[in-house]
């Protein structure tokens, strides 16, 4: 093996993975930075170039802490209405709970919404491909955004699908007679349903924001805050959508 | 405001100014608020207490008080005080004065989301004042709006238009909450200078810390939960609502198994952390003007971190002991009073730490006197006082005659209205240099001290005895055909007079506000020789590298040196700290 390949007895002592596509890695303070630098503890202003979208980041994620507890709320009246039901007048327990069977659609609605996390995310990635935000910076034009830019579109594509796809389901339910106010199970379905789409509504709106925001906008760290959000609350709404679809389908 | 200067504005406009992301705007307009709301609340339980004094006595300009308007007054006071008063104060008043500073950042994380809070929680006040002028007036289901009452428009007055407006003030305000709950821990998380490791914070912080972990765990449960009420009243759902309910004579509803019981458990979800929500702050305010004035540790410090998130976590798992009567399980009324109970230690925990920073603290010259440790040795009493009968009714046994009577009230009336409301009084009088560079007046503070103790201790004792005797809370008149009540009715009498008087000292507290706010004595940069890093000069907030090294309390041996300017230069490092004169 040629030299190159080999690390030398002293390299593989340093620790270093060389330029294998990361960047080093640097336990011993090699001078660069100078004066004990605490890379892991910098102070606020110093934290390197995504440090204002780390606290975007932090705050949606505690945003989608709140909302998960929400949606805790609901599928708790769910179960509570699952096991429900009150003594007639011959002393028998009435249970009303008629278990609804999911529009076959959902499975396909599934599909879409799991495709579009991988567009979305496909998008976020080329918006922080190094080397083309490194020439927006520098203002040599918006190769990232144009990279990202048909992504997006794809995601939106997707999720308008999805949200189409959620009003046919509706629209098969109520045509076999199981409508928001029949049975304790077919409400909880459009309950579930309608909240999740409603949230992803707003997924949509968000990424339509971030899609005028790649060609609008003027920073770099802007366009990759918006859509980085977007991002992910996009792929929490796909999370959250797996975990109610499990619920419609097994747990009634 | 003088200390803690705003950035000039670059535009002229005034709305600039009103509708400011910068954190010390947003605490004032938050302190408008609550004062605003404790007025409202406060004149609410005036007009009770007067109408339980003397039943048949009517008010000027309005006449009889029915038992649904004494209800609809139980109910406003309740959403008041609770909501407005209790939990924008503690949480959203003080930390958006001192939060960043506290932990050596210049703003918060996010000022408009911030902002945004602010504004919503103001919606919301608006929304629910207006419930006094729709058709039929507020709504009488109590604070905790128990469904079928609060579910079914046709049960009372009131519960029509009133309700709705109940219910959409409820939804922003747990918008509002969670809007600036993100912020405060995003900022937390976030903002801390260099040196200040989450160690280093002062227990202000912490508490914080927790009420918005807290807020943001609990707000969105009570926010689906009144969505779905609000769904029941409107949609023509079952959600809450049992199937056959017969009203005013009418058959209501034929089908759905709706269950009351789930309202209950979703709103008390919410509803115990709530009360921590409002009664953590205060208690980290508590610690930190302890150690203010007594020149001490406030207790052992991890241990009171420790004490603070565990008070909050275990808040979060004890709710079952509001229903304890409710009818649900009884093996589930063991598992709650035993967490119950269990919640009990580490807030005897701190108590004693608190105790034992009196014991021996350093009280320099008229420490003891002044007005913010005055109201804080107040928030220590009636925290004992309200905490003592806690236990008491976290068996379900004893809960089962005590539930839902006047022993009750004195229990949180104490610990909830007292006490957290002197640590409010107490936070004011000691911010208030902060806010515009004079001290509020020491007699007058000394006035509202007293007779504001003396009051609320005779309003709200008393209630222990009346509800050991089986008062029941909620009832307009107990006078009349109940003779066993109608032997209470001189105690009544005697907690109304306390509360005029109580509802009087605060007028001294009004006075002495607005009349310090411009004319009170000009006070130095450090009035209380504190060493937390809200009080460091502005020019240190300025520089762009801020370095804490020192944890913020001052320790028993390094008292002596307190006011030497070798210590201050440990806390602001030259060259930000002018010379020591």
């Known amino acids: 093996m040629p030299a190159t390949f080999t690390p030398a007895p002293v390299e593989v002592e340093k620790k270093h993975t ?25 102070e606020p202003g110093k934290r390197g170039p995504r440090e204002v979208l780390h606290r975007y980041r932090l705050g949606l994620f505690f945003g989608l802490a709140g909302d998960l507890m929400f949606f805790v709320a609901l599928v708790s009246a769910f179960f509570v209405r699952q096991t429900a039901g009150h003594f007639d007048a011959r002393e028998q327990w009435i249970n009303d709970w008629r278990p609804v069977l999911i529009p076959p659609i959902l499975w396909l609605n599934t599909l879409v919404l799991l495709l579009s996390s991988l567009t979305i995310e496909a998008a976020r990635r080329r918006l922080f491909h190094e080397p083309d935000v490194l020439e927006e910076w520098l203002g040599l034009g918006r190769p990232a955004a144009r990279r990202a830019m048909p992504w997006v579109i794809a995601t939106l594509a997707l999720g308008s699908a999805f949200l189409v796809g959620q009003v046919m389901a509706w629209q098969q339910l109520s045509q076999q007679g199981a409508y928001f106010g029949s049975n304790p199970s077919s409400h909880f379905f459009y309950l579930l349903t309608i909240t999740h789409a409603a949230h992803l509504l707003v997924g949509i709106v968000a990424l339509l924001a971030a899609a005028v925001g790649l060609v609008v906008t003027r920073k770099v760290e802007v366009r990759q805050i918006l859509l980085d959000t977007s991002a992910w609350y996009w792929h929490a709404m796909g999370a959250l959508w797996i975990f109610l679809f499990i619920l419609l389908v097994f747990f009634q | ?108 994380s996010l000022p408009w989301l911030n902002a945004c809070g602010f504004w919503i929680t103001a919606a919301a006040f608006a929304v629910l004042v207006a419930a006094f002028f729709v058709p039929q007036g507020a709504p009488i289901g109590g604070w905790t709006a128990y469904p079928p009452l609060s579910a079914i428009a046709a049960t009372g007055p009131g519960q029509g238009a009133g309700m709705d407006c109940w219910i959409a003030s409820i939804g922003l305000f747990c918008l509002g909450s969670s809007c600036g709950a993100i ?33 943001t765990i609990v707000f969105p449960v009570l926010l689906a939960a009144a969505l779905l009420l609000l769904s029941d009243r409107h949609f023509g759902t079952h959600y809450f609502v049992p199937g056959g309910l017969i009203v005013a004579g009418k058959l209501l509803r034929q089908g759905g198994d709706g269950s009351p019981l789930l309202w209950q458990h979703l709103f008390w979800f919410f509803g115990h952390p709530e009360v921590y929500i409002a009664v953590l702050p205060a208690m980290g305010i508590t610690s930190s003007i302890l150690a203010n004035f007594t020149r001490r540790q406030p207790g ?9 998130l565990s008070i909050g976590l275990l808040g979060l798992i004890v709710w079952g002991h509001h229903m304890f009567v409710s009818g649900m399980n ?11 109970i269990a919640i009990a230690l580490p807030s005897t925990v701190k108590v004693l730490a608190w105790l034992r920073t009196l014991w021996n603290g350093q009280t320099n010259r008229g420490a003891w006197r002044a007005t913010p440790m005055l109201f804080t040795l107040g928030f220590i009493s009636f925290f ?26 004195g229990h949180f009336h104490l610990i909830m209205g007292m006490a957290v409301v002197f640590s409010m009084f107490a936070a004011t009088y000691y911010w208030f240099p902060l806010m515009t560079g004079r001290l509020m007046s020491e007699r007058l503070g000394q006035w509202h001290f007293w007779l504001s103790l003396i009051g609320a201790y005779a309003v709200f004792l008393p209630m222990h005895l009346a509800g050991l005797a089986g008062l029941p809370r909620h009832y307009a008149q107990m006078s009349g055909p109940t003779t066993h009540f109608g032997a209470l009715q001189p105690l009544q009498r005697e907690i109304t007079y306390s509360a005029f008087l109580l509802g009087a000292a605060q007028l001294i507290f009004l006075w002495n506000l607005v009349r310090s706010w411009d004319h009170g004595i000009v006070a130095k940069s ?4 504190a060493t937390t890093l809200e009080w460091a000069p502005p020019e240190w907030f300025a520089e762009n590298h801020r370095e804490v090294s020192v944890a913020p309390y001052v320790d028993g041996d390094r008292a002596v040196n307190a006011n030497s300017a070798q210590w201050k230069s440990e806390q602001f490092p030259a060259p930000h700290r002018p010379p020591a004169e």
Request: charged share 10%.
């Open chain 1, 18 to 42: 060389g330029t294998g596509g990361r960047p080093p890695v640097d336990r011993r303070p090699t001078g660069g930075g100078g004066d004990g630098d605490n890379w892991q503890n910098r």
């Open chain 2, 1 to 108: 405001m003088k200390r803690a200067a705003i950035p000039p504005s670059t535009t002229r406009f005034a709305l600039r100014r009103i509708f400011s992301t910068h954190h010390h705007v947003i605490a004032l307009q938050y302190g408008v608020l609550a004062l605003l709301a404790v007025i409202t609340g406060t004149t609410l339980s005036l007009f009770m207490r007067f109408h339980l004094a003397w039943p048949n006595l009517q008010l000027p300009f309005w006449g009889m008080i029915r038992p649904e308007d004494y209800l609809a007054l139980v109910t406003m006071h309740g959403t008041i005080m609770v909501f407005f008063v209790l939990t924008v104060a503690p949480v959203s008043v003080w930390s958006n004065l001192v939060l960043p500073e506290q932990i050596g950042a210049r703003q918060m």
């Open chain 2, 183 to 215: 912020n405060m821990l995003v900022t937390i998380t976030r903002e801390r200078c260099k040196g200040m490791t989450l160690l280093r914070m002062p227990l202000t912080v912490w508490s914080w810390y927790t009420t918005a972990i807290l807020s």
């Open chain 2, 300 to 308: 052992s410090y991890k241990l009171m971190v420790a004490t603070t």
């Open chain 2, 330 to 340: 009884p093996y589930a009324g063991m598992a709650f009073s035993l967490t119950t």
């Open chain 2, 384 to 409: 004992i006082a309200g905490g003592l009968t806690g236990p008491i009714l976290a068996q379900p046994m004893l809960d089962s005659y005590l539930h839902n009577t006047y022993f009750v009230l």
């Open chain 2, 526 to 529: 450090d009035p209380w020789n």
